[in-house]
């Protein structure tokens, strides 16, 4: 028996799953092992482990976002890198390709035969937020707007006025629109006014469709310019108490204080149509031909992408998956896709790294299976599979546990060699008693083989002696 044999058998005694290898750093065999081991310092429950209170351990929460994505994936635009599953600030969708910021640094995904997805060098760190247009992408990094991709209308030519101080950005079909300091910048195709802003606005929230652009005012009023052939720059009248907007291709939704939300423009796919379930939204969004909301933290979708949606192409980007029903707290569309955040309130504490057990800071167990992580550790869910489907999550905030950690690992290889030692040693009893059974098995078998030999030389002596007798005959009777 090795080692990892007597590991897998003490994990298949306690019904968890065998692993295939030992790791001596502590992540998998040798992190099991502090799964089940009852020392000083960890209390081994009958239905899940707990820390001890010398470590003087405080639950706090911490929360994760994560990115779901849905419709077109064509290109893969739905297709979260791994990179940005969890941690991400910001994103945004284009015509069929995706941006998101995590750590400020950029990430994008996607169609990418105009180089939209080329993310610059210097939009790799620092950037604060993401606009992904038709054929073109854009951030802010450090106030300064910075453009990659199509350049055909000259969206990528950045005016000095976005070079500095700019606080929000939102992309169209071929133009940019900026935001500083309330006055509203914009630059790039402009063949139906697209980028010229009513005069005289102070605005707090911009937005753009694929040739019509949007801004919130700061009396909570909405003025659109731009093409108003589906009469998406129509703002519908006595429109007040306005907290968001977001341009659609060719129609407009505004989200108002009270949580119901007002939309005008092209209505082919009945992206207009608000479901009567959305009434107190906190977010929407509007994409190619389809409208969504978030209401209690579940997404809502209307629109193309439905059976609905008539002639217009269905991608299924107004059937909301499951995952997108809770906890979503953003809604972005691109034209036929959706890109949802969603934060999750998760456990954390202060603990060595690499230590992989159960935690409950009550002493009676909530088998929930949580990993150690950056001197943090983090709740996976209940029931999870620990090999497959962990979540690690870096945290900003380091804990030194150098030395404890040295010495849980010490520990827990210590335990596994202390398992195979007495597997060993099982063994070489086993081995001796089988030794000591065979020897008297012998021993029995030769004392039986020595009485078949006598007994065959008697056998003998009886036969001579009846071959000597006179043959019987009938007369002789």
Known sequence: MTKLDAVNAVLRRIGLTPVSALDTAGNSATAQAERFLDDADIDFQSRGWHFNSNYNVTLSNYTESSIIAWGRNDYGECTVPTEVATGATEVSGGLMHTLAIKNGKVVAWGRNEEGQCDVPTNALSNATKVAAGAWHSAAIVNGEVVVWGSNTSLQGVVPDSAKSGVDSIASGGYHIVALSSGTVIAWGKNDNGESTPTAGISATKISAGQNHSAALLTNGTVVCWGSNTYNQCNVPGGLTGVTDINCG????????????????????????????????????????????????????????????????????????????????????????????????????????????????STGTSSNVDIRIKDGFLFDIGNNTDIFSNSIIVNYSERVAWENLTTAFANHAISVASMNFNRAHRRDKEMENVLREEIARRWVECKREDNEMADTNVLNTEEMNQIRGRPKMTWGSI
């Open 249 to 360: 291709a060719y129609h407009t939704i505004a989200l108002k204080s009270d949580g119901t939300v007002s939309c005008w423009g092209r209505n082919d796919a009945l992206q207009l149509t608000v479901p009567g379930t959305v009434t107190t939204a906190t977010d929407v969004a509007a994409g190619g031909h389809h409208t969504s909301a978030i209401v209690a933290g579940k997404v809502i979708a209307w629109g193309a992408g439905t059976t609905n949606s008539g002639t217009v192409p269905d991608y299924g980007q107004s059937i909301v998956p499951e995952t997108a029903k809770k906890n979503v707290t953003r809604i972005e569309s691109g034209y036929y896709h959706n890109i949802a955040v969603k934060s999750t309130t998760i456990n954390k504490i202060k603990a060595p790294d690499g230590i992989l057990f159960k935690l409950d």
